[in-house]
């Protein structure tokens, strides 16, 4: 089963899609132009991308270069949706990052065709891909934790690099480490791969949690999995980061927790109060009403002034 995304502003356009789909046996969603669109796009990995132009907002075509950009998203083929022919446009469309493009409104039957040509096209050209690609596991490595993101079939390709790659030297170095398996982009994921990534995951028996970034394949773990315990799976890589920002933060806090009592146990006594940053200190100074300026007596001046003036002799005339 194919998976058809559609982002469409227009409501009227929206509920033509919503007509030509009905009752086909294809996993379409259509949703608005948003900003949080672009990464249910690489979570979910949608088969082709029907993208409504309106012509009048720049981050559309922005929002297509992006996805160009992505690693996840950069081959899906984009169909443009436009409202009216535009010379312009349609001399530019494959340099803007659109594969083809169709004018409104849109006649069910050449719709369809035009959506399984490309999809056809896209799966041969992912295949080719595969037969010719060396390394079927891309492994990311850094802050914390390893990445292994799968490229090809489980079966076939991923499961056999596997075997390659988790040497003993190399479950050794990452021991201390957060695990983590993308498998967004891979083509079918089913019970069988499931079973496979649970044998998988005894290899990390050491760790807590084994995290999956699974996309449109969450469904199959959520139904498949056993040990879901063990298993973390999240549908986006910032659900992922948002996890693991709160699992640092959880960790800060019992490390201060455990200091907090050791200390305690050592003195007896609550520890001191951390210092304050000095940015946050509020230095009030007195503010002393002006003194009057003191009023000299000017006799006393005058006879300062004499004075002075009589110390100082001129030099005797010849």
């Keep these: 089963?194919?998976?058809?995304?559609?982002?469409?502003?227009?409501?009227?356009?929206?509920?033509?899609?919503?007509?030509?789909?009905?009752?086909?046996?294809?996993?379409?969603?259509?949703?608005?132009?948003?900003?949080?669109?672009?990464?249910?796009?690489?979570?979910?990995?949608?088969?082709?991308?029907?993208?409504?132009?309106?012509?009048?907002?720049?981050?559309?075509?922005?929002?297509?270069?992006?996805l160009r950009r992505d690693v996840i998203t950069h081959n899906i083929?984009?169909?443009?949706?436009?409202?009216?022919?535009?010379?312009?446009?349609?001399?530019?469309?494959?340099?803007?990052?659109?594969?083809?493009?169709?004018?409104?409104?849109?006649?069910?039957?050449p719709l369809l065709d035009r959506i399984h040509s490309h999809i056809e096209e896209y799966k041969f050209s992912e295949s080719s891909k595969t037969r010719d690609n060396m390394s079927f596991v891309v492994v990311d490595r850094g802050h914390g934790r390893v990445l292994f993101q799968c490229r090809a079939n489980l079966k076939r390709y991923v499961f056999?690099?596997?075997?390659?790659?988790?040497?003993?030297?190399?479950?050794?170095?990452?021991?201390?480490?957060?695990?983590?398996?993308?498998?967004?982009?891979?083509?079918?994921?089913?019970?069988?791969?499931?079973?496979?990534?649970?044998?998988?995951?005894?290899?990390?028996?050491?760790?807590?949690?084994?995290v999956f970034i699974a996309g449109r394949h969450m469904g199959a773990f959520i139904e498949h999995a056993a040990d879901d315990e063990k298993m973390l799976v999240f549908m986006a890589p910032n659900e992922f980061e948002e996890y693991v920002k709160m699992e640092e933060q959880k960790k800060e806090e019992q490390r201060k927790k455990e200091k907090k009592e050791k200390?305690?146990?050592?003195?007896g006594k609550e520890p001191p109060p951390a210092p304050t940053?000095?940015?946050?200190?509020?230095?009030?100074?007195?503010?002393?009403p002006p003194s009057e300026p003191e009023i000299s007596n000017p006799s006393s001046e005058s006879t300062d002034t004499s004075s002075n003036s009589d110390?100082?002799?001129?030099?005797?005339?010849?």
């Design 263 to 267: 200390f305690i146990k050592e003195t």
């Design 160 to 210: 056999p690099e596997f075997k390659k790659i988790f040497t003993p030297n190399f479950l050794k170095s990452i021991q201390s480490e957060r695990i983590c398996f993308d498998v967004r982009v891979v083509p079918e994921l089913g019970k069988d791969e499931v079973e496979v990534f649970e044998r998988v995951m005894k290899l990390f028996s050491n760790h807590e949690k084994v």
């Design 1 to 66: 089963m194919h998976f058809i995304m559609v982002i469409e502003n227009d409501p009227n356009s929206s509920q033509d899609l919503e007509n030509i789909f009905l009752g086909l046996r294809q996993r379409v969603v259509i949703t608005k132009f948003s900003q949080t669109v672009q990464e249910y796009v690489k979570s979910s990995n949608p088969d082709i991308i029907l993208m409504g132009l309106s012509f009048k907002d720049k981050k559309e075509l922005e929002f297509v270069l992006e």
């Design 77 to 109: 083929p984009i169909l443009a949706m436009i409202p009216k022919e535009d010379t312009n446009f349609i001399a530019n469309h494959k340099a803007l990052g659109f594969t083809d493009y169709m004018v409104k409104p849109l006649i069910k039957q």
């Design 277 to 288: 940053l000095l940015s946050q200190v509020k230095i009030e100074l007195p503010i002393n």
């Design 311 to 318: 110390s100082t002799q001129s030099p005797p005339q010849p």
